[in-house]
């Protein structure tokens, strides 16, 4: 039984080695072992900053995100959504798309389960803007670096 885990690790790692091997961006696997398999699972790092719903930094639609979902403008961080830049959309030939659960870590208190439900526009790369409201100003213009970025 163990050969088999070992033969069956090494295919996957080679196979997955060679999706990504290609890929301009830097990803690291992570590897979980349990008793009958074993899961491979990549991140993506990203830069994550904040925005807050209102025509000056989004659109004339403002309380409405790019998948067509409606934001509660009085509280929106309670929605726990995050805009992608477009070069991480399956669309633009990343590997997410809207509706997708991301695991976020490396924000502090604010880490946790986001759902992917706006994207920013073309000219960032590689960077996730997390939805929080006007009235959360001690969060507005917060950045951090080196955040990893897991789909579930």
């Given at each position: 039984m163990k050969t088999i885990?070992?033969?069956t690790?090494?295919?996957?790692?080679?196979?997955h080695s060679?999706?990504?091997?290609a890929s301009h961006k830097s990803k690291k696997l992570k590897v979980i072992y349990n008793r009958?398999?074993?899961?491979i699972r990549d991140y993506?790092?990203?830069k994550?900053?904040?925005?807050y719903p209102e025509a000056a930094q989004c659109d004339s639609t403002f309380w409405q995100t790019a998948d067509m979902s409606?934001?509660?403008t009085t509280n929106a961080i309670?929605?726990?959504w995050i805009a992608v830049s477009q070069d991480l959309l399956k669309i633009k030939g990343g590997k997410y798309q809207y509706g997708d659960k991301v695991k976020i870590e490396g924000i502090g208190r604010l880490s946790g389960i986001f759902t992917i439900r706006d994207c920013m526009n073309r000219r960032f790369k590689n960077r996730i803007d997390l939805l929080v409201g006007k009235q959360n100003k001690h969060l507005h213009y917060k950045s951090w670096n080196k955040v990893k970025m897991t789909k579930l």
């Open positions: 885990i070992t033969i690790f090494t295919l996957l790692v080679f196979i060679i999706t990504i091997g009958k398999y074993v899961h993506t790092i990203v994550a900053t904040v925005y409606i934001i509660d309670k929605h726990k």
